[in-house]
C-alpha cells in the first residue's frame, strides 16, 4: 500500500516568516516528489518537483527531499497572504504511472 | 496559464442525462488523465491514457466512460450519475514517459459537476 501523509492544518504563520510544510509516503520505491497549490475553487497548480536528496530552491520556495527517511518538505520565505491555499504532495512511484496525493495541509498566513 | 482545456467549465446535469467533459492539451504530452476531486480531499484518480490507450482504470462505475480520440484530446461520457457524483473533474496530462520532469502532471482548471 503506498501512502503519503501530510498534517492537514490548518497550519498559520504571520506574513513574512517561514511556512513549513511536510510530507512523508511509506514506499521506499518512490522515483518524483511534487509539491502543488490549490486556492479554494482553483485546480491545483505545479510549484516544483524534486527526485535527488538535498535541497531545490525556486524563488521563495525550497523543496527538501530525504529518501532515507521517506521525508519530502516544503518551505515557502517572506510567506505573504497570497500564499494562503492548501498544499499537495504528491508522490511518483516507480511502478505505474499514478501519482498518490497526500491529503493536503491547509495554510494561512496572517496579515 | 495552463496549458490544458476543460470544457465546459460548469455543468449541471439531471440524473438522467448524458453529457461529456472534454480536455485539449497542446504541450505534446503522451499521457493523459482524468481525476476527480470532493471538497476538501485530495485528488482521486480515474483513468489514465498512455499513448492512447486506457492504461489504467481505477475501478471507476461503468455510468463513467472515457474516451481518447488522438494524443491532445481526452473525453469522459457522462450517463446516468448519481447526485453523489458532483464534484470537480480534473483533466491532467504529462509527458508520459522517464523520470524527473517528465512525470510531472500538468492539470486543466478543471469541471465542476452538479448532478440533480
Known amino acids: 500500500q503506498k501512502e503519503v501523509e501530510q498534517n492537514s492544518g490548518p497550519l498559520s504563520v504571520p506574513e513574512g516568516a517561514i511556512a513549513s510544510l511536510n510530507c512523508t509516503y511509506s514506499?521506499?520505491?518512490?522515483?518524483?516528489f511534487f509539491w502543488y497549490r490549490q486556492y479554494s475553487g482553483k485546480s491545483p497548480e505545479l510549484i516544483m518537483f524534486i527526485y535527488s536528496n538535498g535541497d531545490k530552491e525556486d524563488g521563495r520556495f525550497t523543496a527538501q527531499l530525504n529518501k532515507a527517511s521517506q521525508y519530502v518538505s516544503l518551505l515557502i520565505r517572506d510567506s505573504q497572504p497570497s500564499d494562503s491555499a492548501t498544499y499537495l504532495c504528491?508522490?511518483?512511484?516507480?511502478?505505474?504511472?499514478?501519482?498518490?496525493f497526500g491529503p493536503g495541509t491547509r495554510l494561512s498566513v496572517l496579515p | 496559464d495552463t496549458e490544458v482545456t476543460q470544457t465546459p467549465k460548469h455543468l449541471v446535469m439531471g440524473m438522467t442525462n448524458k453529457k461529456s467533459l472534454k480536455c485539449e492539451q497542446h504541450m505534446g504530452h503522451r499521457a493523459m488523465y482524468w481525476y476527480k476531486q470532493k471538497a476538501k480531499k485530495p485528488p482521486e484518480l480515474m483513468f489514465v491514457y498512455s499513448y492512447e490507450k486506457l492504461s489504467i482504470n481505477e475501478s471507476v462505475p461503468s455510468r463513467f466512460s472515457p474516451e481518447c480520440p488522438n494524443s491532445s484530446l481526452l473525453n469522459l461520457h457522462l450517463h446516468a450519475l448519481q447526485p453523489e457524483d458532483s464534484a470537480l473533474y480534473l483533466c491532467?496530462?504529462?509527458?508520459?514517459?522517464?523520470?524527473?520532469?517528465?512525470?510531472?502532471?500538468?492539470f486543466g482548471e478543471g469541471s465542476w459537476l452538479t448532478v440533480v
Open positions: 514506499d521506499r520505491g518512490s522515483q518524483s
Open positions: 504528491a508522490v511518483k512511484f516507480w511502478s505505474g504511472q499514478n501519482f498518490v
Open positions: 491532467a496530462s504529462s509527458q508520459g514517459g522517464g523520470g524527473g520532469a517528465g512525470n510531472t502532471i500538468y
